[in-house]
């Protein structure tokens, strides 16, 4: 959804920009270009091994476009405020975050973000955290495991599948996960595992954002954003969970003004490319001027 993020953004040569999920860089090379000459790019991540990827591409762009100047940081994006008064900024005009885990992400086999591949558990967006998916499905307790599935992930059979991992890692630890998937197909009616969409793939959404902290996340970023704006800036999310999608909706509502008062959808075309961009809702606020 390039086209349409660089439309919501309004962006002008000079202004300073924060990409609060810079992945692969993918938008943030065109922001860059969109602010130049003169502009400031602030990229930030929890991934540290996408921060790699990103760097080489701003790098090239840097050196293309006059007087751009890019800064990346090994953060999460609840953390910009602080990222902005270290670097000397007294605020930002336009803040971008791409919520959910990232192709290059689901791609690596051994982040065992996907059911795909047997890997291991980890699920970590930041490898530098303590708690992996393997670690939190051996700590957490029934009743939180079954409300993570079911509000998590839409998962119907929330009750079973998490009395089965419960019953399953008294026997054993589960540390794969191919592991987790044959315990999910054993706790599940038949008719269950022929649906058009993987029968593992609520649990595995869930569990990804028990361990990161998503939601949590997303409620101190977008209250990060606010605070860093200037008056008149402009925050634009791209959100692909419902539960993300109704947090943004409510904060964007009750906090900002809105320049559209519908989410933007990806177009026909692009959701043949990318699949995934069925799910994409992108919202925007304005930061509302002072009284």
Not at 12 to 20: C, K, R, Y
Not at 82 to 101: A, K
Not at 134 to 147: C, P
């Amino acid at each position: 959804m390039l086209a349409e993020c660089l439309e919501v953004m309004d962006l002008a040569p000079g202004m300073t920009v924060i990409d609060g999920t810079l992945g692969a860089a993918g938008h943030s090379v065109s922001f860059g270009q969109a602010i130049a000459p003169g502009g400031r790019l602030v990229g930030l991540d929890r991934d540290e091994e996408i921060l790699q990827h990103a760097e080489r591409a701003l790098r090239e762009l840097q050196a293309r476009c006059d007087g751009l100047q890019i800064s990346l940081h090994h953060v999460s994006f609840a953390e910009m405020a602080r990222i902005l008064e270290s670097e000397g900024l007294d605020g930002c005009d336009r803040v971008f975050l791409d919520l959910g885990v990232s192709s290059l992400q689901l791609d690596s086999i051994p982040r065992g973000f996907t059911f795909m591949h047997d890997a291991p558990l980890d699920m970590r967006m930041d490898r530098q955290s303590a708690t992996t998916a393997e670690a939190w499905l051996r700590q957490v307790n029934r009743a939180d495991l079954e409300r993570v599935l079911r509000d998590y992930g839409g998962e119907k059979f929330a009750r079973r599948i998490a009395g089965a991992i419960v019953e399953a890692r008294r026997r054993h630890r589960i540390e794969r996960t191919s592991q987790l998937v044959d315990i999910i197909a054993k706790a599940l009616p038949a008719a269950a595992r022929r649906q058009r969409i993987h029968f593992a793939t609520r649990s595995f959404q869930a569990i990804r954002i028990a361990v990161n902290d998503e939601l949590g996340m997303l409620e101190r970023g977008l209250e990060a954003a606010l605070r860093c704006l200037r008056p008149g800036g402009r925050l634009a999310v791209i959100a692909f969970h419902s539960a993300e999608d109704r947090i943004c909706k409510r904060f964007l509502r009750e906090r900002m003004d809105l320049p559209f008062r519908k989410p933007i959808v990806a177009g026909a075309a692009e959701v043949l490319r990318n699949p995934r961009a069925r799910s994409a809702r992108l919202r925007c606020g304005v930061k509302r001027e002072v009284a």
